[in-house]
């Protein structure tokens, strides 16, 4: 595959990781968070953190848009599919998201909601032209990459004068959940992860652009490496981020200039101001309510908003408590120390949603992580 | 959820749609969100929209960096 394969090439690869070997000071921690899920299926699928030296340590942070998505939202999507007028529209992922008590959308179907994976937003504008009589919804979720899409579709419907059209929005956005990790209240309960920097996300960039980060370089004196998700690019960015750290530097560079500029993708930017404005607060799963993270409809496009337009009412379910998301996406812990992982929690069986995306840190480690564990305490 | 792939542009179609090519395999995306897409232009594809446009130059220029950056650590000189 063009623009992926060349970013694959294992030699350069070693070569980097001894370029890495040679820069870091044994003597300290190099503790870097990859906010974002695609970053976390590249390290565990190409087996990076093997190649890293050992005071390189990878921190997994909640970006997967499923995977932070509350409990309480699935319910509320259950809710709505079981109204027999509604053909309910999802991404494929969502199906398997626990809600409370097991409830999920795949269970909900099996017992007759009419709810459609689809793979794209057209897709649900299809479905809606295909079904006049019936009201559809489309159950939105994603970061900065999939409001746009989201966005173009209520333009979309509006043109085609579809008036058997809404969507239950669930867009969030990724800078304030960073800063939320930073310096939320509730860290004193979880615990503190120590951060030495940042590796930015890929595509969420590609859209909002390098610009946002600034604000984490300059107020926390963190680096931040926007990186593509080829592994060469994520091992350049690690070296870019020791650089930082070795030269007390804490700027935004761009890794991935190939696709990401300063300031991202003005068009996509533009249609979705025109479209969504913030809510006061949205919950995340295992953050909690983190202040303006969260997109809504704005009033001049209500009827398009399932949530008025249905009058759903807000449903908030406590996460299970022996579950660790919480303590994971924040990168205070990792899988293995969830004494569920591997025994009832697996992705055919999820408990937390972690285990449900494949760009959940739990999902990444079953996958591909797991056997290392075991070679590695046969080694010992 | 986030992953998304590089694709080639192989074909505009009307409604700001387009045909794209993955290693052979073509599907059809919407390019709502990119400016002036001409045929041969590679964009990165996520839920079947571009999100943006890969820049040939800059793809070249990372690539001829990560090669000097992994000699670098072999004591060779790029
Ligand atoms: S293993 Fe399952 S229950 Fe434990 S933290 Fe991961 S997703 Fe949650």
Avoid at chain 1, 95 to 109: I, T
Avoid at chain 1, 116 to 136: G, L
Avoid at chain 2, 49 to 67: G, S
């Amino acid at each position: 595959m063009k623009y992926a394969d060349e970013f694959r090439d294992k030699e350069i690869a070693l070569g980097l990781a001894k370029t890495i070997r040679a820069e870091t000071d044994p003597g300290r921690p190099y503790r870097f968070m990859e906010f974002c899920g695609g970053h976390t299926h590249a390290i565990s699928r190409y087996g990076l953190e093997d190649m890293l030296p050992d005071n390189v340590r990878m921190i997994h942070g909640p970006g997967c848009p499923v995977c932070v998505l509350p409990a309480g939202r699935i319910d509320m999507a259950i809710r709505l599919a079981e109204r027999s007028e509604i053909i309910l529209c999802v991404y494929g992922d969502l199906m398997r998201v626990p809600g409370s008590q097991g409830a999920s959308l795949l269970k909900a179907k099996a017992r007759g909601a009419d709810i459609r994976m689809v793979y794209s937003t057209i897709d649900a504008i299809r479905i809606a032209e295909d079904n006049p009589e019936r009201e559809i919804v489309f159950f939105a979720i994603g970061f900065e990459t999939t409001t746009p899409p989201t966005a173009v579709m209520i333009r979309l419907a509006e043109k085609k004068q579809l008036s058997n059209f809404s969507v239950f929005c669930n867009h969030v956005l990724t800078p304030p959940a960073m800063q939320n990790i930073l310096e939320s209240p509730d860290i004193r309960n979880i615990g503190r992860v120590e951060i030495d920097g940042f590796v930015g996300p890929a595509h969420v960039s590609t859209i909002i652009g390098t610009a946002p980060y600034e604000f984490f370089a300059e107020e926390f004196g963190k680096p931040v490496v926007i990186s593509g998700f080829e592994p060469l690019d994520m091992m350049q960015a690690i070296l870019m981020l020791v650089r930082q750290v070795n030269e007390n530097r804490h700027e935004v560079e761009n890794q991935y200039s190939r696709a990401v500029t300063r300031d991202g993708n003005l068009r996509a930017k533009e249609e979705v101001s025109d479209i969504f404005e913030l809510r006061d607060q949205f919950e995340w799963r295992g953050l909690g309510p983190v202040p303006y993270s969260g997109l809504k409809l704005k009033r001049a496009y209500a009827r398009y908003d399932a949530e008025v337009r249905f009058g759903m009412n807000e449903l908030c379910v406590d996460d299970n408590p022996a579950c660790e998301c919480g303590a994971i996406l924040r990168g205070v812990k990792k899988p293995v120390d969830c004494k569920l992982f591997g025994t009832v929690c697996t992705p055919e069986t999820p408990m937390g949603s972690c285990m449900v995306s494949s760009e959940g840190a739990c999902a990444a480690h079953w996958t591909y992580g797991r056997f290392r564990d075991h070679q590695q305490r046969r080694a010992s | 959820m986030c992953l998304a792939i590089p694709a080639e542009v192989t074909k505009l179609l009307p409604d700001e749609m387009a045909i794209v090519s993955i290693d052979g395999v073509s599907k059809e995306i919407s390019v709502a969100l990119i400016e002036n897409l001409a045929v041969g232009d590679y964009v990165i594809i996520h839920v079947g929209y571009a999100l943006t446009r890969i820049d040939p130059e800059e793809a070249r220029r990372t690539l001829e960096l990560l090669r000097e950056l992994s000699l670098e650590g072999q004591g060779v000189a790029p």
